[in-house]
């Protein structure tokens, strides 16, 4: 029987089980997008993680690259898509 891998949300530092968790990446030319494939941080699926996360730029370490090149109100806008399609998804 195996485990549902567990990953850390970089805002709140809690641990979950990965598909409760938004998944921000990087590609190999250094774009960062939600929930593509490459290097990977991850996110609390609520709208407090995400704010801090963008707020805090705390994606930036994860993923191995300068804070000044990432679109942040972009990056936060397609989280908050992301998340609140999940939900709507759900119920």
């Known amino acids: 029987m195996s485990r549902a891998p567990i990953r850390t949300c970089v805002a709140c530092k809690r641990k979950a089980e990965k598909a409760g968790l938004l998944r921000v990446s990087r590609d190999a030319e250094g774009r960062v997008s939600v929930g593509m494939g490459g290097r990977g941080a991850y996110v609390c699926a ?4 995400v704010r801090a996360a963008v707020r805090k730029k705390l994606a930036a370490r994860p993923l191995r690259i300068a804070s000044s090149s990432v679109d942040w109100k ?8 992301e998340l609140h399609s999940d939900t709507n998804g759900q119920g």
């Open 74 to 81: 972009r990056l936060e806008a397609d989280l908050l898509a």
């Open 46 to 49: 609520n709208d407090a993680c």
